[in-house]
């Protein structure tokens, strides 16, 4: 029978060591030997490498789990999450964080709200529509967004955006309303009037289509015009706070969603954007309709990290958030302090007492384990994401 | 944290080997080990870097702890002093008693906090009961107080800080801090914060006190030095090293607690922003 020997690690993990004889190339028993015993070698340094970073994880995880269950046991679980009131200093302590977990869901959420749109919009720009010269310059430069530390960030939220918005607040906010909906509202009129257009009987529904998107756009320029002035209006009497932390969080994520969606992107096969032209596609349809579903498990990646980015951020939180453990009312209000987790885990530390394992310092591992816990299930979520499109790609 | 005590430890540790390559001056060889309070901790870095840079043999080591766990580490005799921002309590003393350690305070120095406001603001004077209405949330528009129709923005350090705790314990006397107060990490912070709102409020030591913002006078009395080692400035209260037992005189654990009575140990105390207990000028 004929002898396996084409995986020069083939079989070393049983200690047995056949010659390697591939047809055409002899080797005497030393150079086999030597041979088998390199690529011995090398698979222990790589496994080894493999199992530390995940051993890695699992001693991280072991090592929170293990203090934060002893706060469970010391105080259980209803206070925790239900309750607002977190004043872990006094005697007796009270563990309610309720309000910091909301703190951190906002931000997160506004932060992403921010940095997901506009994120892979620039994606899309950098891979589909500028020039391969002009990509290749501006890519770095949004990649320096990440190198910037996290302190500097934080820094210019408390010292520049902070003064900033209390004393320029309400106009920055109506500028906003401009910058960020006047775009959207165009793209949404002509899409509407499209659409309404084609309600209509075909000779008139052509006809009718651009009167009818000035029409959208007449409602459209007064809701704005409403909104801002009723932005202009707005009184901030403290800059550091949600909408502050959620822009500068949005602003630190960027990076990560348009470099991972412009990567993802960029992955389309040429064949698929060639085969849609030739079907008579526009560049907009192939886009919208080809491009961006088929990198859609890319997209969701970039965005699952850009959401982690911002939501284990601490530094800047711990600068700029306002730090006030009270869920804000309403709790849409982003013009009020919040406290989020990763800022009280910072924060507390220091007098947390560790030597006798009090429940304040167990406290924060509870934090850590639960931020843990989603970014966990952040990742599987996305890994699952990932495998549905890869498999419906790939035509199954 | 426990990585940056470790660090902070490590660089004290290292700085005098860096230093003694060449023959040792004074020749008492001594290692001291002070765990504690975080709003100490200042002061005894300072004396540490002093004494160090003197006598060459010494070791000095810091970590910041906190209060608690600088008692408990007297206690359990894995540390030479104590630094505390408080005193010690009477079942601290009495584990310490058990266990054959008999804690001695040495009060180094006076910690006066100032409440401060935006140089904008009209408001010259208020009382502990008022600036304790504030921060409990009763009171929240300056022109409850005589100033202008301006929501009051409330800051605080944040409640692992000593500073906070004397601010708790001398101000709002076992009451509860309101919702809506700001936390901020460090006393510049607090003034950054205090010194670019209108409506703030703040608390910070002393030395933390510029043109940039206005303390306010407490109970009639505005804080000074003066004021604050008299005793008549409300919002002041000493701090203290504890060492096990009086310590032997001529070692060098002896010079590291009475430091803050010598005028360079006073000197290095004002400088960074705390009140010496006795007056060298």
Same mark, same amino acid.
């Given at each position: 029978?004929?002898?396996?020997?084409?995986?020069?690690?083939? +079989?070393?993990?049983?200690? @047995?060591?056949?010659?390697?004889?591939?047809?055409?190339?002899?080797?005497?028993? #030393?150079?086999?030997?030597?041979?088998?015993?390199?690529?011995?070698?090398?698979?222990?340094?790589?496994?080894?490498?493999?199992?530390?970073?995940?051993?890695?994880?699992?001693?991280?995880?072991?090592?929170?789990?293990?203090?934060?269950?002893?706060?469970?046991?010391?105080?259980?679980?209803?206070?925790?999450?239900?309750?607002?009131?977190?004043?872990?200093?006094?005697?007796?302590?009270?563990?309610?964080?309720?309000?910091?977990?909301?703190?951190?869901?906002?931000?997160?959420?506004? #932060?992403?709200?921010?940095?997901? &749109?506009?994120?892979?919009?620039?994606?899309?720009?950098? !891979?589909?529509?500028?020039?391969?010269?002009?990509? $290749?310059?501006?890519?770095?430069?949004?990649?320096?967004?990440?190198?910037?530390?996290?302190?500097?960030?934080?820094?210019?939220?408390?010292?520049?955006?902070?003064?900033? *918005?209390?004393?320029?607040?309400?106009?920055?906010?109506?500028?906003?309303?401009?910058?960020?909906?006047?775009?959207?509202?165009?793209?949404?009129?002509?899409?509407?009037?499209?659409?309404? !257009?084609?309600?209509?009987?075909?000779?008139?529904?052509?006809?009718?289509?651009?009167?009818?998107?000035?029409?959208?756009?007449?409602?459209?320029?007064?809701?704005?015009?409403?909104?801002?002035?009723?932005?202009?209006?707005?009184?901030?009497?403290?800059?550091?706070?949600?909408?502050?932390?959620?822009?500068?969080?949005?602003?630190?994520?960027?990076?990560?969603?348009?470099?991972?969606?412009?990567?993802?992107?960029?992955?389309?096969?040429?064949?698929?954007?060639?085969?849609?032209?030739? *079907?008579?596609?526009?560049?907009?349809?192939?886009?919208?309709?080809?491009?961006?579903?088929?990198?859609? !498990?890319?997209?969701?990646?970039?965005?699952?990290?850009?959401?982690?980015?911002?939501?284990?951020?601490?530094?800047?939180?711990?600068?700029?958030?306002?730090?006030?453990?009270?869920?804000?009312?309403?709790?849409?209000?982003?013009?009020?302090?919040?406290?989020?987790?990763?800022? @009280?885990?910072?924060? +507390?530390?220091?007098?947390?007492?560790?030597?006798?394992?009090?429940?304040?310092?167990? /406290?924060?591992?509870?934090?850590?384990?639960?931020?843990?816990?989603?970014?966990?299930?952040?990742?599987?979520?996305? %890994?699952?994401?990932?495998?549905?499109?890869?498999?419906?790609?790939?035509?199954? | 944290?426990?990585?940056?005590?470790?660090?902070?430890?490590?660089?004290?540790?290292?700085?005098?080997?860096?230093?003694?390559?060449? $023959?040792?001056?004074?020749?008492?060889?001594?290692?001291?080990?002070?765990?504690?309070?975080?709003?100490?901790?200042?002061?005894?870095?300072?004396?540490?870097?002093?004494?160090?840079?003197?006598?060459?043999?010494?070791?000095?080591?810091?970590?910041?702890?906190?209060?608690?766990?600088?008692?408990?580490?007297?206690?359990?005799?894995?540390?030479?002093?104590?630094?505390?921002?408080?005193?010690?309590?009477?079942?601290?003393?009495?584990?310490?008693?058990?266990?054959?350690?008999?804690?001695?305070?040495?009060?180094?120095?006076?910690?006066?906090?100032?409440?401060?406001?935006?140089?904008?603001?009209?408001?010259?004077? *208020?009382?502990?009961?008022?600036?304790?209405?504030?921060?409990?949330?009763?009171?929240?528009?300056?022109?409850?107080?005589?100033?202008?129709?301006?929501?009051?923005?409330?800051?605080?350090?944040?409640?692992?800080?000593?500073?906070?705790?004397?601010?708790?314990?001398?101000?709002?006397?076992?009451?509860?801090?309101? %919702?809506?107060?700001?936390?901020?990490?460090?006393?510049?912070?607090?003034?950054?914060?205090? $010194? @670019?709102?209108?409506?703030?409020?703040?608390?910070?030591?002393?030395?933390?006190?510029?043109?940039?913002?206005?303390?306010?006078?407490? +109970?009639?009395?505005? &804080? +000074?030095?003066?004021?604050?080692?008299?005793?008549?400035?409300?919002?002041?209260?000493?701090?203290?090293?504890?060492?096990?037992?009086?310590?032997?005189?001529?070692? /060098?654990?002896?010079?590291?607690?009475?430091?803050?009575?010598?005028?360079?140990? $006073?000197?290095?105390?004002?400088?960074?922003?705390?009140?010496?207990?006795?007056?060298?000028?």
């Amino acid at each position: 029978m004929p002898e396996y020997t084409g995986n020069a690690g083939g +079989d070393v993990a049983a200690g @047995t060591c056949r010659p390697c004889s591939r047809p055409g190339l002899v080797l005497g028993r #030393a150079a086999g030997l030597r041979r088998q015993a390199s690529a011995f070698a090398a698979r222990v340094v790589l496994f080894s490498a493999a199992a530390a970073s995940s051993a890695a994880v699992l001693f991280i995880l072991g090592f929170i789990l293990r203090d934060a269950l002893p706060f469970f046991k010391l105080r259980g679980f209803s206070e925790f999450l239900t309750s607002v009131k977190w004043f872990p200093s006094r005697s007796p302590p009270e563990f309610g964080a309720l309000a910091i977990i909301a703190g951190s869901a906002i931000v997160t959420a506004c #932060a992403a709200a921010f940095a997901v &749109p506009l994120g892979i919009s620039a994606a899309v720009c950098m !891979s589909e529509v500028l020039p391969f010269r002009t990509r $290749q310059a501006v890519k770095p430069v949004i990649e320096i967004l990440a190198a910037i530390p996290s302190v500097a960030y934080g820094f210019f939220a408390l010292v520049v955006l902070a003064p900033f *918005l209390q004393d320029n607040g309400g106009t920055a906010l109506s500028a906003a309303v401009w910058v960020a909906g006047g775009p959207v509202a165009a793209i949404a009129c002509v899409a509407a009037g499209g659409a309404a !257009s084609s309600l209509l009987p075909s000779r008139a529904g052509r006809a009718a289509r651009w009167p009818l998107a000035g029409l959208f756009a007449a409602a459209a320029f007064i809701a704005l015009r409403e909104l801002s002035s009723a932005a202009e209006d707005l009184e901030i009497s403290s800059g550091t706070n949600a909408l502050n932390v959620s822009l500068i969080l949005g602003i630190m994520a960027l990076p990560t969603v348009v470099s991972v969606s412009e990567d993802a992107l960029q992955a389309v096969g040429r064949d698929l954007r060639e085969g849609s032209y030739a *079907l008579g596609a526009t560049r907009a349809e192939t886009v919208v309709k080809v491009v961006i579903p088929a990198a859609s !498990s890319g997209l969701v990646a970039a965005v699952m990290l850009g959401i982690m980015r911002a939501a284990g951020e601490t530094m800047v939180v711990w600068m700029a958030s306002g730090n006030s453990a009270k869920v804000p009312s309403p709790i849409y209000n982003l013009l009020e302090p919040i406290r989020t987790l990763t800022a @009280t885990i910072a924060g +507390d530390m220091g007098e947390a007492d560790h030597v006798t394992g009090s429940a304040r310092y167990h /406290a924060l591992f509870a934090m850590a384990a639960g931020l843990l816990l989603v970014s966990f299930a952040c990742n599987v979520a996305s %890994e699952w994401v990932m495998r549905r499109a890869r498999r419906k790609n790939s035509g199954g | 944290m426990n990585g940056r005590r470790i660090l902070l430890g490590a660089l004290v540790v290292l700085l005098p080997v860096c230093a003694t390559t060449g $023959q040792e001056a004074g020749g008492r060889k001594a290692k001291i080990v002070v765990d504690g309070s975080t709003t100490v901790g200042p002061i005894a870095k300072a004396f540490a870097e002093f004494m160090m840079d003197r006598d060459q043999g010494v070791k000095i080591t810091v970590a910041e702890s906190g209060s608690g766990n600088g008692a408990k580490s007297l206690i359990n005799g894995s540390c030479d002093v104590a630094a505390m921002s408080r005193f010690m309590k009477p079942e601290e003393f009495k584990a310490a008693v058990d266990k054959g350690v008999l804690p001695v305070a040495h009060a180094v120095a006076m910690d006066g906090l100032a409440v401060i406001v935006h140089p904008a603001n009209p408001v010259k004077a *208020l009382t502990t009961a008022q600036i304790a209405d504030i921060y409990t949330g009763g009171v929240s528009n300056w022109k409850d107080l005589g100033g202008p129709d301006v929501k009051i923005v409330i800051v605080s350090r944040d409640t692992n800080s000593g500073t906070y705790e004397a601010f708790e314990e001398l101000v709002l006397r076992k009451r509860k801090m309101c %919702e809506g107060v700001e936390y901020v990490g460090s006393s510049g912070a607090v003034r950054q914060r205090v $010194q @670019t709102t209108l409506g703030a409020i703040g608390y910070a030591g002393l030395g933390f006190v510029d043109r940039t913002v206005k303390a306010l006078e407490v +109970d009639g009395i505005a &804080p +000074d030095r003066d004021s604050v080692a008299s005793g008549r400035y409300p919002v002041a209260r000493p701090l203290f090293m504890f060492t096990n037992g009086y310590p032997k005189l001529g070692s /060098a654990l002896h010079s590291f607690v009475t430091l803050h009575l010598t005028k360079k140990g $006073q000197e290095i105390i004002e400088a960074i922003g705390f009140v010496p207990m006795t007056d060298y000028r």
